[in-house]
RNA sequence: GGAGAGAUGGCCGAGUGGUCGAAGGCGCACGCCUGGAAAGUGUGUAUACGCCAAAAGUGUAUCAUGGGUUCGAAUCCCAUUCUCUCCGCCA
């Protein structure tokens, strides 16, 4: 969420860069700028006539004391007109400071100045390249199709047990996910990273806090007995951690790793896109995630993004790299880098890790907070990555590494696997 | 699920109607002491919002959360949430 003072001070700029985001804000900035008078005004109000109170309810005291119960019972007939005033204010300010959350709520993070201008997908940069297309034969087929004939990630199955985008993984298949999330840790945990295991469900507050709520209601599965969302991803228990918390400027920067189930709902997802384990309503994730100084957020977005480049390396995939435009950006990002591997016989680019800057966005939502060096309070930088999703990495995987004998494993891979071929 | 106890600052912990944003201790920060350190000692040490150009200052709110009683609530009442203990169930 943005800070209501940002707003206030710098107006223009904000409704130029959420421009770039393709939201025309200015109605909606004037009017949180014109609620945010009315909620000071008010406030000034309230606070004067409850300081009124508190003085008389002294002299009370004292005269009581004093035995001087005319005096005190004259004095209190005051109160009664001053409480009656200050309840309405207070009703009026709560109702204000609603109605000027749900706005400040609704409204996107500002894009990096690096973010380019654009609406769709093909607007977004590509920045880097790298890696071997791989050339396969003429009979190469796409990865579902190899799940079935190895046997390794049933789709059928898991339709029955539960629906679609819900695969059952089997032997070899269930050992290749066990083995991309312990490689994934292990990396991350070099990296220097601290291996987490949240929580796969999450309140409302913390939903919230990283700004799945209230812009993505309706994309998380629900638990309504105990009102608890399954997490989309471990950046939401992850990240919560830090809610409601002021650390020190020396604990920074903070890094967590977290691997988790990720669930998501999905609707409005059709087609060609969801066939196989191209898009699935429960997967495998090892997020990295980090609090940062806000001087250092963008030097340490470079640093995740390398993390993620130096991981497909070592799966020998080949990758690109793609600084989202502001359309195609998600709506708490400052800035997004999104990794997409190619899938050779889909002849397509899949999206396997999307890194992100969320500066003071989720910070100011939770309340995450450093004391400087200056010791004044300021708001963290959060930032986070997929390193990395797996479905689209294991498609890769098969697609790319079919052969006549089998499906090869890169080497890397293999320490963990403990075989060098699916056959 | 049943019965009971509880929730106070970064932590421990005192506080049953006013002088309480809250004793005391620990921790932390800075200073003194020291060759340096420990010990000792002094001072300071919550957050948010408002007023003020701003620092200083000052107003308001916050003792789990939300209501209520009262001139006045950490303290009394009600509801909710959470924690702990015992019982039940259970990997």
């Not at 991309?180 to 796969?200: H, K």
Request: proline share 4%; charged share 25%; aromatic share 8%.
């Amino acid at each position: 969420m943005l800070e209501i003072n940002y707003i206030r001070e710098h107006t223009q700029e904000v409704i130029e860069r959420l421009a770039r985001k393709n939201v025309d804000a200015t109605a909606r900035i004037n009017s949180i700028i014109a609620i945010d008078q009315k909620r000071r005004d008010t406030q000034k109000l309230l606070d004067d006539q409850l300081g009124e109170l508190n003085i008389i309810a002294k002299e009370v005291g004292q005269l009581f004391k004093e035995g001087k119960q005319q005096e005190a019972n004259l004095l209190k007939v005051r109160t009664v007109e001053l409480k009656a005033s200050a309840k309405k204010f207070e009703d009026q300010l709560q109702a204000i400071l609603q109605e000027l959350n749900e706005m400040l709520v609704l409204l996107p993070n500002l894009p990096h100045a690096s973010v380019p201008a654009g609406k769709t997908p093909d607007d977004n940069e590509i920045i880097h390249s790298e890696g071997e297309m791989p050339k396969l034969t003429a009979d190469a087929v796409p990865h579902w199709d190899l799940c079935s004939r190895y046997d390794i990630v049933d789709f059928e199955l898991g339709n029955k047990i539960t629906g679609a985008g819900f695969p059952v993984y089997k032997g070899k298949g269930a050992r290749l996910q066990r083995a991309l999330i312990n490689f994934f840790l292990d990396n991350a945990v070099a990296a220097g990273y601290r291996e987490i295991q949240p929580p796969l469900m999450v309140n409302e507050a913390s939903a919230y806090g990283t700004g799945q709520l209230p812009d993505k209601d309706g994309q998380m599965y629900f638990a309504t007995i105990d009102k608890l969302y399954l997490i989309p991803t471990a950046e939401v228990p992850v990240t919560n951690i830090y809610r409601d918390v002021i650390l020190k400027a020396a604990e920074l920067p903070v890094k967590n790793v977290a691997y988790s189930n990720c669930f998501r709902r999905e609707a409005g997802s059709y087609g060609k896109d969801v066939r196989g384990l191209n898009r699935l309503h429960q997967f495998d994730k090892v997020e990295i995630v980090q609090v940062e100084h806000p001087d250092r957020s963008y030097e340490t977005l470079e640093v995740m993004k390398e993390h993620v480049a130096g991981l497909l390396r070592k799966l020998e995939l080949p990758f690109r790299v793609l600084r989202l435009c502001g359309g195609d950006m998600g709506f708490t990002s400052a800035l997004t880098y999104d990794f997409e591997v190619f899938s050779a016989a889909q002849e397509k680019w899949l999206e396997v890790s999307s890194v992100s800057n969320f500066e003071s966005f989720q910070a100011n939502r939770m309340k995450l907070r450093f004391k400087d060096e200056n010791g004044k309070t300021r708001l963290a930088h959060t930032l986070n990555g997929s390193a990395l999703a797996l479905p689209r990495i294991v498609a890769a995987l098969l697609e790319n590494n079919q052969c006549a004998e089998g499906i090869k494993m890169p080497a890397a891979l293999q320490a963990y696997t403990g075989w060098s071929m699916i056959d």
